[in-house]
């Protein structure tokens, strides 16, 4: 499905407030009611638009430890990387992981709820891990900035 204009203005509206109305949605973008909804369909049906998420607030939450990890791993054997990948896929803390170039194989940003449990995270789970050969730990003093914003 090849974008066009109007998909960019719904896709940049629906990042702002996935929970306007179809109605007010289509008058931002200037459509009709109808075109709109056909529209956003496409793009769901497409894989465009991958879902809907609520924004929380990780610290009214209780969740105020906030880190980015950088691993390096000993060797690229597909055994070593299947194994840390399904490890990072089985926990809830690891809110986002990336294969990157650079010196760290893998960026891991992780939520906890205070030093304690990120303690716990590690010495049960990366710690463990065959197949790392370096941890580097940066705490996230203050958010600035997150989540995706796609514009045309």
Same mark, same amino acid.
């Given at each position: ?15 702002? /407030?996935? $929970? ?7 008058? *931002? ?22 879902? !809907? ?52 194989? !893998? ?6 709820? /205070? ?12 710690? *463990?891990? /065959? ?19 796609? $514009?045309?």
């Amino acid at each position: 499905m090849e974008l066009e204009d109007r998909d960019w203005r719904l896709l940049e509206q629906l990042q702002t /407030d996935a $929970r306007v109305t179809n109605q007010d949605l289509a008058e *931002r973008v200037g459509m009709s009611p109808s075109a709109c909804w056909r529209r956003v369909r496409q793009l769901e049906e497409a894989g465009i638009i991958s879902g !809907y998420r609520a924004s929380v607030n990780a610290r009214r939450a209780g969740m105020d430890f906030h880190a980015i990890l950088h691993v390096q791993l000993t060797r690229h054997t597909r055994e070593i990387v299947d194994r840390f990948i399904a490890e990072v896929l089985r926990h809830d803390e690891v809110l986002d992981c990336f294969a990157t170039t650079g010196r760290a194989d !893998y960026h891991l940003r992780i939520l906890c709820r /205070d030093l304690d449990a990120f303690n716990a995270f590690m010495e049960r789970t990366l710690f *463990r891990l /065959d197949g790392i050969a370096h941890i580097q730990t940066n705490l996230v003093l203050r958010h600035i900035k997150s989540g995706v914003a796609i $514009r045309g």
